[in-house]
């Protein structure tokens, strides 16, 4: 059996290409001449590149969403899914997802509240783990609201019995439109007998008329 190879070159990633090869027998030896014909089919497939429009969004104290789209090229196979990775200022990149997501959105969990992170994306397809795309603005892993200031001075203004009516002023801000939802008070109690203190909390909420600030 005689091996022949041929290279062809230059050849394009993407298009279809189809090759006929050709067996001809040795006229000189044979008392006619053969010809054998075989076709090949075959589609070359390059790496995806980079996907387009990265984004982060809803982000957390501990989590975000990172979103994008398909990139412009698949390099002529479909995308199979996508890989994201994460980035702190000064460290290595390191991979968020174990296997390849094949939505246009990954959640990303298990970030420290206070540290900066970065995102990227890449494709991929049956050819390989394409270009990853430019970095995201950086984005700090916090809460979208912050925690309230502190209300007026407490007055107790009607003492009934037992009971103690106490008005305040609200804090001079909330840390979001709809974030303060109680108020909590702290009552130094002296236990009979001693000169020690100790301390009860009580939450109270801010529909209460007889508790709620002035």
Same mark, same amino acid.
């Given at each position: ?22 067996? @001809?027998? %040795?006229? *000189?030896?044979? !008392?006619? &001449? ?10 070359? =497939?390059? #790496? ?7 984004? @982060?969004? %809803?982000? *957390?104290?501990? !989590?975000? &969403? ?10 002529? =196979?479909? #995308? ?135």
């Amino acid at each position: 059996m005689i091996e022949a190879r041929h290279c062809f070159s230059p050849i394009y990633f993407g298009p279809l290409f189809m090759f006929t090869c050709e067996a @001809v027998a %040795d006229i *000189l030896a044979l !008392s006619f &001449a053969r010809w054998k014909h075989c076709s090949v089919r075959c589609c070359l =497939s390059a #790496v995806p590149g980079p996907p387009e429009a990265v984004s @982060v969004s %809803d982000v *957390l104290s501990t !989590s975000c &969403a990172v979103t994008y789209q398909p990139p412009l090229s698949d390099g002529g =196979s479909p #995308v199979t899914g996508y890989h994201v990775e994460r980035q702190t200022p000064g460290s290595r990149w390191i991979r968020v997802n174990k296997e390849a997501v094949p939505d246009l959105s990954c959640p990303v969990t298990d970030l420290l509240e206070g540290n900066e992170y970065e995102f990227r994306v890449a494709a991929e397809n049956k050819a390989g783990l394409g270009e990853y795309s430019a970095a995201t603005p950086r984005i700090t892993a916090k809460n979208p609201w912050d925690k309230p200031g502190k209300p007026g001075r407490p007055v107790a203004v009607e003492v009934v019995g037992a009971s103690v009516k106490f008005e305040w002023n609200a804090p001079d801000r909330y840390g979001c439109s709809s974030c303060c939802h109680g108020y909590g008070m702290t009552v130094p109690v002296q236990a009979p007998g001693t000169a020690e203190q100790a301390r009860s909390v009580s939450w109270l909420n801010q529909v209460l008329v007889s508790f709620g600030p002035v």
